[in-house]
């Protein structure tokens, strides 16, 4: 007799842009390590490199123009259209630069989750890599977290934590913290796919624990291990 067929927990992913942590996903996927399927790849700038790539990995790839629509409120009604279409589990925001509604966030509520450059809650919203620069921090990073309404501000679930050495440009530190969002973005995503990890009473839960306030940290040791000396493949 054969087994029945086991349903893939399904995922979609937002990009605007280059989409690395999309290749970081779909490398996961390849690797049986994303505990799910990536069904579509839906980006608001339709010559976003992140499209080709889903293409080319044999995912859908929708572009949704955002500047085709006349409002946010409209682009973001057609969105979630879009996005049940593909009845995920789970949407993953990978670089998508849009502000959303607060429609939209309800409609995902605790099954959307945001790679953010920085060790939230410092240097919410843009040019994180400059703002730590400028202010002389000696520890930067980046974090998962739920999307809530607001802006970066939903519960951390899991950071990676980057030392700036002296003489790091923007460039190069956007490089390191990079690497990382690659390793832990996938992670955060089976979390949830296994249902581990779950958004509960405005918390993140893991194991049915609440998470504390910055979520799990990887420190940057443990991060430089688990990177090795292997180059950050998904980053080509
Ligand atoms: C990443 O730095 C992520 O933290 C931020 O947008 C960037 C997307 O990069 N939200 P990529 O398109 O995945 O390369």
Known sequence: MTPEPVEQRRVVVLISGSGSNLAALIEAQSHDRLGGEIVAVISNEPAAFG??????AGIEAVALPHREYESREAYDGALIKVIERHEPD????AGFMRILTPRFVQRFMGRMLNIHPSLLPAYQGLHTHARALADGVDVHGCSVHFVTEELDGGPVVLQAECRVEQGDSEERLKEKVHAREHLIYPIAVQWF?????KYAAERATMDGHPLPAHGMRLSHDDAEAELGDESDEADQ
Request: glycine share 6%; aromatic share 0%.
């Open 51 to 56: 499209l080709k790539r889903a293409h080319e």
């Open 90 to 93: 789970l949407i993953v925001l």
């Open 193 to 197: 796919l296994e249902g581990r990890l």
